[in-house]
Every structure is written in structure tokens, then in C-alpha cells.
């Protein structure tokens, strides 16, 4: 049976498990539950290098009145991204009542909370609250994010691997993840059904509905596991789709360097069409030839799982596909 569940309870659980917790232990899912005026922790060990990603579909016993994870920690500096510590002890629990509390072993004498702007988020804040079946915050944005996300994903992977040279316009308004709802209109100028495409498939395609459908295993975003959209809200469920893709800024940015400028900028209008205006600025575009570097996730530890790190960008890997 559940108890109520105090923020000075959490936190001093949260204290208690982080002081037992040595730098060689691996990552552990803790369960809470009261039995007989007693605490009890429903332990169980989780793989090194994701922990959060296990996590998904798990949905908690009722009896449990919080859950997280034990794990640690790679911590940066904000300023420069440097590396400040390796495996630092870290605690992450939520309660069903909706509060969470975050320590971070600081070295010192009492641990360090981790707070963040709008209360915790991330991978694993989605994974514990989705445990407990508590809904997580909203989606970053509207589904044309999505959308726009998938297209330059392919026109990325399309310049780097094809020989010929870099894609024309038509070649890469082909690449539309939905290139069926063009194939009547005439993609020329971004004034277009092109231009128009983004804010339709947002009404069409709200989250809830890509989640849903996904989670009966029908619409047209298909690589999320049935299971893992069930178990997901609305917010997780955006977030686990535009997770395995660099910021769309870095997108635009790769792709200034890789397509000739007439195209690049044209995609430019095409994304201020939809609604996207937070890109690189395009009288700098390059003109085709660089690989440049992008901003990619990085899942090696549970730290990095609230943030992306620099990394090569990688055309060919598994993506989320959308159907026509």
C-alpha cells in the first residue's frame, strides 16, 4: 500500500542511497515501497551504458511509491564543455506524487541537488516518471520539427554518399519523408505545397496521434516499438522520436557546407515557412564540400543522457522513417 510520500522523505532517501553508492558500482533501478511502518528498496541491476534506454516500457508495481536510478555520472562545464569528473555518484527518484529530487555526490561533505529551469527533464526523468505512469513535460515543439528533422537527415546522408555531386532542388524535395503529398505540385518556389507541407503534417500528425497510432502499430512513424509508445506519453514520445538526430540548427549547418547554395537556401525559406526560423544565418552559406561537425547525442553515461556532446555526424544509421 502506497504512503505519503514527504519532499524531506525523498530527499533523505535520496542522501541515504547516494552515500552507499561506490564509484565501481553499476547503474540500479530502485523501487520504493512501505511495508509494516518500513521502508523497502526493490533493487535491480542495469546495463553500463544506457540505463535510461532499458527503462523504457517498465511500468512500476502500484505498491511502489517512488522510483529511480542509482548510476553516475560524466560532468561537463557549462562555459567551455569540458570534462570536470568521471563517474561521479549520481541519484535520480521520483515519487508518485510528482516530485523528483536529483544528487550528485560533490566530493564534499553533503551532496549536491541538481536543479534545472521548468524542474527536472530528460531521458531519464522520462524513464522514471513513465514508470510510474506521471506525465512528463511537454513536447520541444510541434511535429513539423519532426518532419523537417527526418527530410535533412536524408538530404544529409544523400550529399555524403553520392558520388555524382551534391543533390539539385528536385532531388532533394524528393527526399520528403512524405513526398507522396508533393508528387501533383510544382516544388520549384518555397511558396509552394512544399512550403506548405510542414505546418499540414503538424495539424494532420499532433503528437498524440503520431503516439497513439504508433502504439497500434499503424501512421506513418514506425520506428518507435509499439510497446515503448503505449508506454510513453505525448512529451516522451517526441522526445524519443527526435532523439537519435543532431539539432536541426547543426542539420542546416552540415548542409550549408554540403549542398550548393541555391539549394541550401531554399531550404532555408522552406524551414522559415514552416515555422523553423532558429537556423544559421544564410548569406554564409558554403557551397558543398565539408563534413563539418554537429551536435549528436551521446548515451555513455547516464550524465550525458540529459544533454548532447560534440560529435562526427554519421549519414547511414538507423532513422526514424516517416510513410506516405
Known amino acids: 500500500m502506497a504512503t505519503p ?6 530527499h533523505h532517501l535520496a542522501s541515504t542511497l547516494l552515500a552507499a553508492t561506490s564509484p565501481g558500482d553499476p547503474p540500479i533501478a530502485v523501487g520504493v515501497s ?3 511502518g518500513e521502508v523497502e528498496l526493490h533493487l535491480h541491476d542495469l546495463a553500463d551504458d544506457d540505463p535510461a534506454a532499458e527503462l523504457r516500457g517498465f511500468r512500476a508495481p502500484e505498491s511502489w511509491w517512488a522510483f529511480g536510478v542509482i548510476a553516475h555520472v560524466r560532468t561537463r562545464c557549462l562555459d567551455t564543455g569540458a570534462v570536470l569528473a568521471e563517474h561521479q555518484p549520481f541519484v535520480h527518484l521520483v515519487a508518485r506524487s510528482g516530485e523528483q529530487v536529483t544528487l550528485l555526490d560533490s566530493g564534499g561533505v553533503d551532496p549536491l541537488p541538481v536543479s534545472s529551469a521548468g524542474g527536472p527533464h530528460g531521458r531519464l526523468s522520462d524513464a522514471c516518471s513513465r514508470a510510474l505512469a506521471l506525465p512528463t513535460p511537454p513536447p520541444p515543439a510541434d511535429p513539423g520539427l519532426l518532419l523537417a528533422t527526418l527530410w535533412l537527415d536524408a538530404i544529409a546522408r544523400r550529399a555524403q554518399a553520392e558520388p555524382g555531386g551534391p543533390p539539385s532542388w528536385p532531388e532533394v524535395v ?4 512524405l513526398s507522396s503529398c508533393v508528387a501533383h505540385g510544382d516544388p520549384a518556389e518555397p511558396g509552394d505545397v512544399v512550403s506548405a507541407l510542414g505546418p499540414v503534417f503538424a495539424r494532420t500528425w499532433p503528437w498524440d496521434r503520431l503516439r497513439s497510432s504508433c502504439a497500434e502499430g499503424t501512421g506513418p512513424l ?4 509499439a510497446t515503448i509508445a503505449a508506454w510513453a506519453d505525448e512529451g516522451t514520445f517526441a522526445r524519443l522520436a527526435l532523439e537519435p538526430f543532431p539539432d536541426l540548427p547543426d542539420l542546416v549547418a552540415l548542409l550549408d557546407a554540403l549542398l550548393a547554395p541555391p539549394v541550401a537556401r531554399r531550404i532555408h525559406e522552406t524551414l522559415t515557412a514552416w515555422g523553423l526560423s ?3 544565418d544564410p548569406d554564409g552559406l558554403g557551397g558543398g564540400g565539408g563534413h563539418g561537425t554537429v551536435v549528436r547525442p551521446h548515451h555513455s553515461a547516464v550524465g550525458d543522457t540529459m544533454g548532447p556532446h560534440l560529435g562526427t555526424y554519421a549519414p ?3 532513422r526514424n522513417r516517416l510513410g506516405g
Not at 510520500?5 to 525523498?10: G, I, S, V
Not at 524528393?174 to 519523408?177: I, V
Not at 514506425?222 to 516499438?225: F, Q, V
Open 34 to 36: 512501505w511495508s509494516s
Open 5 to 10: 510520500l514527504t519532499d524531506a522523505r525523498l
Open 174 to 177: 524528393a527526399l520528403l519523408p
Open 316 to 318: 547511414g544509421a538507423d
Open 222 to 225: 514506425g520506428a518507435i516499438d
Open 278 to 280: 532558429q537556423l544559421p
